[in-house]
């Protein structure tokens, strides 16, 4: 059956099964186990009000079933593939909220998972003493204060966040998870005020949030805003949403007058970066360099610059100063 690419409008374009690896083996392998039998005990046990169990069975139960459905439409004009059979808002937003990095993931259930559960425990402790731990630990194995990616984000853009002629700027970062890219610009903005605030349904960060002085604005985008925003980042984030094209027009909409959009994502230029395991991180959009441009510029966006290297893409764009139709 012949698909119009959303994109370009071209009608040609391959399908392939969205491929989950062996997870749904691992899956059944799984409702045959003692451990799958021993929370469903526990749950009926405590009638489902421990809410780490009922949410790790929902998790097997429902979500997990989920990525099994549907294939990846790729486009051979533009190169970009999108999944035709995504998960419902319902599950999706479970998934983020409480399964993407909280769940016992299928993995661990083979052992060893002794790092995984040390972490659970770890974050029983009280906040300040895991963060003065992990100090400890970054101090005696030399671990860096910035990872690689960040510091890589931010040397890509930071030129031109310090020729806005503002002395106060509104920052924020969508799936921020502990804000290191925002945090890291804002010691690097010199001179300028930066107030960051962030979207992130995990719990988890809530007291850094707190310590770092970001503003958490909401666990989801969109969301209800009054403010304009001079600078959004969004790393490794809009592959994930169901609709590129309203995401897009949103968060038009809350930037500046001449606001920048930062995005990377994976680069999936070619038909067998569509054939990796996505099991662990379903993505509903496979950019390559074409087709994110196109997304950009159809939306209102000029380009500022791009970059394609080590597997990923990187785009820096402006909100255009054209008018714009945002029922285009």
Sequence with gaps: MTQTCSI????????????VGDLEKQLTRLKYSYFYKLLNFT?????????FINNTLYYYDH???????????????CKHGYWNCPPSDEILNFYYKFGYRNIIPLATIRIPYFKYVIGKISNLFNYNVVIGLRYLRNIIYKYPKWSSRPVNQID?????????????LLLLEIGGSVCQPLRLLREKLIGKLVNIDCVEPDKQY????????INLVSEYFPFKCTKQYDYIHTSHWLEHVVDWKITLRDIREILCENGLLFIEVPNANNIDSLKGDHSEIPHIHFFSATSLKLCLQNLGYDIVRMEVKEGV????????????CSNA
Excluded: P
């Excluded at 370009?8 to 491929?19: A, E, G, L, P, Q």
């Excluded at 979500?63 to 004009?77: P, R």
């Excluded at 809530?206 to 002085?213: A, G, S, V």
């Design 8 to 19: 370009c409008k071209s009608n040609d374009s391959k399908h392939f099964r969205y491929y």
């Design 43 to 51: 749950n009926t046990l405590t009638k489902s009000k421990l809410s």
């Design 63 to 77: 979500v997990l079933d989920s990525f099994f459905k549907g294939d990846i439409i790729h486009c051979l004009n």
């Design 156 to 168: 890509f853009v930071i030129s031109d966040l310090k020729n806005f002629d503002k002395r106060e």
């Design 206 to 213: 809530k007291q850094r949030y707190l310590r770092e002085n």
């Design 313 to 324: 893409i990187k785009a820096l764009s402006r909100k255009s100063t054209i008018n714009f």
